[in-house]
Structure formats: structure tokens, C-alpha cells
């Protein structure tokens, strides 16, 4: 595990909201770091034409999305692609793990979105006691055990194939309809996760038709409900309490975009995401005093 240098701002996702909070806080002559992925947006990439967007009328999700891109690449921004997992306040910084590395952050902006994916019962009570969000970071801790792999999307079949080299034994299970290929090292379910139980640690994975027993359960969504991500954040419904100025609850952790509630609009993701920046540089001015 790579610790690396601590810098000002860190903002998770690559949206509209997550892009401009990045480019503002570059304008400001503040140390960034950008979680996300060089696609950018999937949602933005799939918008057939954006009619509201500010000094581009009737332009596609993809052209538009082009002109972000160029707009990183002018103030030298670069992407760091690894999911986030976990992220805590320490003292007056935030320690940030991002698959087998950790990151620091004097703030952080979340610009995830909104998770549609409820959690599981048990989920929540087994985070960290058997239930955990990246395989290729704890798969160590299963050497000889069993694990369940639970793969919201194909490219977590490796993370499966990576757990073959510590498990004993590894269950996959697959929420999408794609075919599956994996090794025969791997048994493959195809029934959807109902409970995770246990007692001080998680033992057992109910599905659909039966019962696993297990010593630990990965559930690899694309993205990790806020809540999950950093403890103690308080949320409204599937979004975060936020006050105008997008300062959340907790000190230095500021939201922008659909993550912070609706309308779903680009434009409106966007300046949230420079109102984000600018209450970030605004904390770490207080904080240098």
C-alpha cells in the first residue's frame, strides 16, 4: 500500500459537477487530486443532445463531454482512475483509500452522483466485520478462508480472479445479464443476494433460493453510497444534507451535483460544482489562520 502526498482539495467523480469543482480549484492555485474515470460521465456520454447547456445549444452528451476533456487537459488535470472505498477525517485532513493505495486530502468534494442500488440488510451492520467494498484490497485478510464476490458490472470478474490467490474458496455473483468468464477456480451463482448474517463477524450470504457460509462478502457497485463512504455523513434520502454554500455536516467535505438532490441537470451539476470549490478554498484559507 502506497501512501501518497497530501494535497488541498480531493473530489470523487468525473460528472460535471466533480470536473468544474477541479478546474475551479486549479484556478485557484490549489493541489488537486481527480478520482474518477477518463470516460468522464457514462450518463453524459449517452445524452443524445443537451439543450440547456449554457453557450452550447443542442449539443450531444459525447461532443460536449470532448469539451470537458480538452478543458482538464488546458489546466494540466490529470485523472486518477482507481475507485474510492473509504474515506475518514483525520485530525485536519482526510485519509482517502483508493483500491491498495491512500490518499490525503486537506478537503474533499463528493461528486458521485446518486447511487440507485439499496443496500443490503445486514450490509450496513457488516462493514468492516466481513463486508467490504474492494476485493484486491483485503483479499490478504481471506488467505485460506471463503469469500463471495458480489460483481455489479463485468470488470469486477478480476477482482474476482485476483481473490483466488489468497481464498480458499470464491463464490461470484453476478448482478447483470452478461456471460460470465471466469476460471474454474470460481463457482458462479446466478441468484440475487437477499441478507448478509452473522455474529460478531458476517458468516453467512442468503440468496434468493438458499444460504451461503462465508467468511466475508465484497459487494463491487460502481459507486458506494456517500454514507458508506465516509461515516457519519448526513443524508436525505438517496442524497446528502447540503446548505447553499454545499458544506455538508462534516467539516471540509463539501457535495456538488446529483449527489446533492434534484433537478438532475447538467448546468445545475456544474455550478455546484464551482460553489463546491470555492467553499473548499474558503475553509482552507480559515484553516491556514
Do not use: W
Amino acid at each position: 500500500m502506497v501512501k501518497i502526498e497530501r494535497v488541498d482539495i480531493a473530489i470523487i467523480g468525473t460528472g460535471p459537477a466533480g470536473l468544474e469543482a477541479a478546474i475551479t480549484a486549479k484556478v485557484r492555485n490549489k493541489s488537486v487530486l481527480l478520482f474518477g474515470t477518463k470516460d468522464l460521465s457514462m450518463k453524459l456520454a449517452k445524452a443524445e443532445q443537451i439543450n440547456n447547456y449554457l453557450g452550447f445549444p443542442h449539443i450531444s452528451g459525447a461532443d460536449l463531454a470532448k469539451h470537458f476533456d480538452e478543458h482538464l487537459k488546458d489546466h494540466g488535470i490529470g485523472i486518477i482512475e482507481k475507485k474510492v472505498t473509504l474515506i475518514f477525517p483525520v485530525g485536519d485532513y482526510f485519509s482517502i483509500q483508493a483500491e491498495n493505495d491512500i490518499y490525503e486530502a486537506r478537503t474533499i468534494i463528493l461528486a458521485t452522483g446518486v447511487v440507485p442500488a439499496k443496500t443490503f440488510p445486514g450490509e450496513e451492520n457488516f462493514l468492516g466485520r466481513g463486508v467490504s467494498y474492494c476485493a484486491t484490497c483485503d483479499a490478504a485478510l481471506y488467505k485460506g478462508k471463503t469469500a463471495v464476490i458480489v460483481g455489479f458490472s463485468k470488470k469486477e470478474e478480476s477482482e474476482a480472479e485476483f481473490m483466488t490467490e489468497f481464498a480458499a474458496k470464491t463464490y461470484y455473483i453476478p448482478i447483470y445479464k452478461d456471460e460470465v468468464n471466469l476460471s474454474d477456480k470460481i463457482e458462479v451463482i446466478r441468484e440475487r443476494p437477499v441478507e448478509i448474517k452473522g455474529g460478531m463477524k458476517v458468516d453467512t450470504l442468503v440468496t434468493e433460493s438458499g444460504e451461503i457460509k462465508t467468511d466475508g462478502v465484497f459487494i463491487l457497485r460502481e459507486s458506494i453510497a456517500p454514507s458508506q463512504l465516509v461515516s457519519g455523513l448526513e443524508m436525505e434520502g438517496n442524497h446528502v444534507k447540503t446548505d447553499l454554500q454545499m458544506k455538508t455536516n462534516i467539516p471540509g467535505c463539501f457535495v456538488a451535483g446529483d449527489i446533492a438532490g434534484t433537478p438532475y441537470q447538467y448546468i445545475k451539476a456544474a455550478g455546484q460544482g464551482n460553489i463546491a470549490a470555492l467553499s473548499a478554498v474558503d475553509y482552507l484559507t480559515k484553516l491556514s489562520k
